[in-house]
């Protein structure tokens, strides 16, 4: 299907903070990433996040032919104008992640995108890393560390993505391969966005604190900090993941809060998770890059900073665009799949070895 030169693929991202689908361009043979491409952002309407909410936390077999119908149309109408595109990675909207029970569930029909689009579609990335004992998750160390390499790091450094959950990635650029030992070490810190983004639209009907702005207004309730760290999550070694919903206990510890202390709280824990996790990397890292949504808290930012050891910057600081890091992932994690390359590792989910995972679908 792709020959060994580089290739034009294109990603698509949905993430569990449910703002939208974002899609973008990379060029790479599949180990190194050579350029970056075009980019574009669909937002959900309303009604449609409304939907895709209704089903989160469903499995295969639940009713979910209406999110399944928001998902297609919105994929299908961001990727369509993407011409060039050789290939495309189509991760699809998690909706229930339980590596250790039921499995990972991402809704999404890459067949159906595949006769939509009338292009190759890799998806379902991630059953086969569980089904090897992994976690499934996160996904995109790999490709952090082209991107290291891409801005031709030399010391460690790590890749903090606030989206609706957080993960960070430990890389090594130093070692040539993500697959090696002492490469990566990647997992979830806690909670990110979702939360604080689930409060606000209960409360406010808002689907996010824009710029941090009310958290600004608030005061930490440091009593419900000590009780969310008390969770035995923070104290499990990784590689580990979690579900969107996993911290739920969050709501109930801010419920009698104001909304500016109830925001001010989320954004602390979501923080905290992550100094707690930076504990576990292999050496310190010499900085810390931010993606996802949380980068545009400066709040969280601030609280960032006064945490660790060393500097905390936007991945734009190397070059990066931080909207569209993980639809990037996702196109370059296609390459790798259609040339039968790992796309996770022992050190990034747990899996027992360096697997690739993905399914592709190709128009009839």
């Given at each position: 299907?792709?020959?060994?030169?580089?290739?034009?693929?294109?990603?698509a991202?949905?993430?569990?903070?449910?703002d939208?689908?974002?899609a973008?361009?990379?060029q790479?043979d599949?180990?190194?990433?050579?350029?970056?491409?075009?980019?574009?952002y669909?937002?959900?309407?309303?009604?449609?996040?409304a939907?895709?909410?209704a089903?989160l936390?469903?499995?295969?077999?639940?009713d979910?032919?209406?999110?399944?119908?928001?998902?297609h149309?919105?994929?299908?109408e961001?990727?369509?104008?993407f011409e060039?595109?050789?290939?495309?990675?189509?991760h699809?909207?998690?909706?229930?992640?339980d590596?250790?029970g039921?499995?990972?569930?991402?809704l999404?029909d890459?067949?159906?995108?595949?006769?939509t689009?009338?292009?190759?579609?890799?998806w379902?990335?991630?059953s086969?890393d569980?089904?090897?004992?992994?976690?499934?998750?996160?996904l995109?160390p790999?490709?952090?560390?082209?991107c290291?390499r891409?801005?031709?790091?030399?010391?460690?450094?790590?890749?903090?993505n606030?989206?609706?959950?957080?993960?960070?990635t430990w890389?090594d650029?130093?070692i040539?391969r993500?697959?090696?030992?002492?490469?990566?070490?990647a997992?979830?810190?806690?909670?990110a966005?979702?939360p604080?983004?689930?409060l606000?639209?209960e409360?406010?009907g808002?689907?996010?604190?824009?710029?941090?702005?009310?958290a600004?207004?608030?005061?930490?309730e440091e009593?419900?900090?000590?009780?969310?760290?008390d969770?035995?999550?923070?104290?499990?070694?990784p590689?580990k993941?979690?579900?969107?919903?996993?911290?739920?206990?969050?709501l109930?510890?801010?419920?009698?809060?104001?909304?500016a202390?109830?925001?001010?709280?989320?954004?602390a824990?979501?923080?905290?998770?992550?100094?707690i996790?930076i504990?576990?990397?292999?050496?310190?890292?010499?900085?810390?890059?931010?993606?996802g949504?949380?980068?545009?808290n400066?709040v969280?930012?601030?609280m960032?900073?006064?945490g660790?050891?060393?500097?905390?910057?936007p991945?734009e600081?190397?070059?990066?665009d931080?909207?569209?890091?993980?639809a990037?992932?996702?196109?370059y994690l296609?390459?790798?799949?259609?040339?039968?390359?790992?796309?996770s590792?022992?050190?990034t989910t747990?899996?027992?070895?360096?697997?690739?995972?993905g399914?592709i679908?190709r128009?009839s």
């Amino acid at each position: 299907m792709l020959g060994p030169d580089p290739v034009w693929a294109v990603g698509a991202m949905s993430g569990t903070s449910l703002d939208g689908v974002d899609a973008a361009m990379v060029q790479t043979d599949g180990r190194d990433v050579l350029t970056f491409g075009a980019t574009a952002y669909r937002e959900y309407r309303p009604e449609e996040r409304a939907i895709l909410r209704a089903a989160l936390g469903k499995w295969p077999g639940d009713d979910l032919d209406a999110a399944l119908d928001v998902t297609h149309s919105v994929h299908a109408e961001v990727l369509n104008p993407f011409e060039a595109a050789q290939i495309v990675g189509f991760h699809g909207q998690t909706l229930a992640h339980d590596p250790k029970g039921r499995g990972t569930h991402q809704l999404g029909d890459g067949q159906a995108l595949a006769e939509t689009l009338q292009k190759p579609v890799v998806w379902d990335f991630r059953s086969a890393d569980v089904a090897l004992g992994g976690e499934g998750a996160p996904l995109a160390p790999f490709f952090h560390h082209a991107c290291a390499r891409w801005a031709k790091l030399r010391a460690p450094v790590v890749f903090l993505n606030l989206g609706g959950v957080g993960n960070l990635t430990w890389v090594d650029p130093s070692i040539d391969r993500p697959e090696k030992p002492d490469a990566l070490l990647a997992f979830d810190t806690g909670p990110a966005n979702a939360p604080l983004n689930d409060l606000l639209q209960e409360r406010l009907g808002r689907a996010y604190d824009k710029d941090g702005a009310l958290a600004a207004k608030g005061k930490v309730e440091e009593g419900a900090l000590e009780l969310f760290l008390d969770d035995a999550y923070f104290r499990k070694l990784p590689p580990k993941s979690l579900d969107r919903d996993d911290f739920a206990l969050m709501l109930d510890l801010v419920r009698e809060l104001s909304d500016a202390d109830a925001a001010a709280t989320m954004t602390a824990m979501a923080a905290t998770a992550v100094m707690i996790g930076i504990e576990h990397c292999p050496s310190e890292p010499e900085r810390v890059l931010v993606t996802g949504g949380g980068r545009h808290n400066p709040v969280m930012m601030q609280m960032l900073a006064a945490g660790l050891d060393c500097p905390v910057e936007p991945v734009e600081a190397i070059g990066l665009d931080g909207d569209m890091l993980e639809a990037q992932a996702f196109a370059y994690l296609a390459v790798r799949v259609a040339r039968g390359l790992p796309t996770s590792a022992p050190s990034t989910t747990g899996v027992r070895a360096a697997v690739a995972g993905g399914t592709i679908s190709r128009p009839s």
